[in-house]
């Protein structure tokens, strides 16, 4: 079966990772506008390294300042997760875009251009999710711990916060925004949506 997932995310990553380790024959194509995934300016919720048990299979993809502490940063998962995906077989077309022409039938722009035909069908196709919906949360990275029950050790000297208030404080190294209702279940329900898709697609296949 030929996939397209028109997202690098965490959730479409999820999805691709699932579905190879399913032991199903597939080929999975990933597009993405930007140069390299997991690397963002914006600052996005982080989460524990226990929350999920994907996770566990990418511990090894992880940098080093990482086992000081319980705590994953997104841009670490993020680019944990493709690093496996690829590593099992996800073609990822990077500084590209698709346009769908037909159902299932698409045309290439940027490097993946290059490497499809003029147009190319598959069989499924994963479509990026819908915008995130709900409360608008302030983040913040700083050298100390703003907020006893809410900064989470980063494992590096920073701290990682998330308020519905804005965040002011000197010890302040990034500020962030994310839009959702609960910052610390950002990467988890990320996860599981992109596993539940998968699951629904291979059930189908049966």
Excluded: C
Excluded at 50 to 67: E, F, N, Q, W, Y
Excluded at 141 to 158: H, N, P, Q, W, Y
């Amino acid at each position: 079966m030929r996939i397209l997932v028109l997202d690098d995310s965490i959730r479409s990553l999820a999805f691709s990772l699932t579905i190879q380790n399913s032991g199903a024959t597939n080929e999975i194509h990933m597009i993405s506008e930007k140069t390299e995934v997991g690397l963002s300016d914006s600052l996005k919720p982080g989460t524990n390294r226990d929350s999920h048990t994907m996770l566990k299979g990418i511990d090894h993809h992880m940098p080093k300042v990482a086992m000081a502490s319980s705590f994953l940063r997104n841009s670490w998962v993020h680019r944990g997760l493709a690093i496996e995906s690829v590593s099992n077989g996800l073609k990822i077309h990077f500084r590209s875009a698709a346009d769908e022409v037909d159902r299932g039938v698409f045309e290439f722009h940027g490097t993946a251009g290059s490497s499809f035909g003029v147009s190319e069908h598959f069989d499924y196709v994963s479509y990026p999710p819908q915008a995130n919906v709900g409360i608008l949360w302030h983040g913040a990275v700083s050298t100390k711990s703003l907020m006893a029950e809410v900064s989470r050790d980063r494992g590096d000297g920073t701290f990682e916060t998330w308020s519905r208030t804005q965040i002011k404080d000197s010890g302040i190294l990034q500020h962030g925004r994310w839009v959702g209702e609960e910052p610390n279940e950002a990467v988890v329900m990320a996860i599981r949506e992109g596993v539940a898709e998968a699951i629904r697609l291979l059930s189908s296949l049966k």
